[in-house]
C-alpha cells in the first residue's frame, strides 16, 4: 500500500506560494536553508527567493512548491480541503495572507492562493457531523 509523501503545486514563484500555505496551516513552516544548501542554490545561479523547489514541512504530508517551465496555470484539478474552526475569521486571516475568496456556500468557502489555486475552507462543525450521519 502507498502512502502520501508530498503534495506538489506547480507554480510561478515557489518561495511565495510556499510561504502564503505556510502562513495559512496550522504547524506548517517553509524547510529551513542551511549553508550548504544556499551555496548549492548558488552555484546553479538561484536564491532562496528564487528557489525552483521549496518545501513546506508540517504534522501531515510534506508541501512541494515547484516551478515547471512552460506549464499553464489556469485551474488546479485536484485541491484542499482546510478544516477551520471559525470559517469567517479564517477567511478573512487567509484574505490577508494573498488568497481571494471564489464563493461562499452554506458548509464552506472556495478560495484562491496568490496564483489561483483553488481550495475550500470546512467547517470542523460540519465534518463533524458528516462523520456522525455516516456511523448510523
Known sequence: MGQIREIVFDCRTPS?????WAGMLDGYAVRPYD??????LASLGFTIETDPTVMVDGP??????????????DNNRVHLDISVENRAEEVERIKEL???VVR???TYTVMK???GNQF??????TIEEEVVAAAE
Not at 511565495?16 to 502564503?20: G, I, R, S, T, W
Not at 510534506?62 to 517551465?69: H, I, R
Not at 475550500?120 to 462543525?125: G, K, T
Open 16 to 20: 511565495k506560494l510556499a510561504n502564503f
Open 35 to 40: 549553508e550548504e544548501e544556499i551555496e548549492r
Open 60 to 73: 501531515g504530508a510534506t508541501l512541494c512548491f515547484q516551478n515547471v517551465d512552460g506549464r499553464r496555470y
Open 98 to 100: 494573498g488568497a481571494e
Open 104 to 106: 461562499v456556500l452554506p
Open 113 to 115: 492562493d496568490p496564483e
Open 120 to 125: 475550500c475552507l470546512v467547517d470542523v462543525a
